[in-house]
């Protein structure tokens, strides 16, 4: 007696959104332009990290006068300056993060979580009809 053929176990079907993520970016405009954006509230950090304009430029591989710019456009942009500079001293001059750049940071950071997870949830909503 033959047996039946052996059928091939089909496998589960996919989820539709399998391999599909929605993505996103947030910034936030100003008058003059981008006020803060992903890019620059990393510069803040590395400013509040080194206590320099030109060491936190070299970690993140910019130009000193790039990273100048960036901190000159927030700070006119700002109700209250972001960054401030240091007099010189024993140590020499240096940068710091005022009050205000430090909330502009967290104020950021708090952004972009929950645009990471509204993105997260409409990425489990999607559905492709065939």
Not at 51 to 74: F, P, Q
């Amino acid at each position: 007696m033959r047996k039946p053929p052996r059928r091939k176990k089909q496998a589960e079907p996919r989820p539709l959104t399998d391999g599909y993520h929605c993505r996103g970016r947030a910034w936030i405009e100003g008058s003059d332009g981008t006020f803060l954006g992903y890019g620059r509230v990393v510069l803040l950090e590395r400013i509040r990290e080194f206590g320099s304009i030109s060491k936190a430029a070299r970690a993140m591989e910019m130009s000193y006068k790039h990273a100048w710019d960036l901190i000159d456009s927030m700070n006119r942009q700002a109700r209250s300056p972001l960054v401030e500079k240091i007099s010189g001293g024993r140590g020499g001059g240096g940068t710091r993060l005022t009050e205000a750049g430090e909330r502009a940071i967290d104020s950021f950071w708090t952004l972009h979580a929950r645009l990471e997870k509204f993105l997260a949830e409409e990425t489990e909503k999607l559905e492709f009809q065939p």
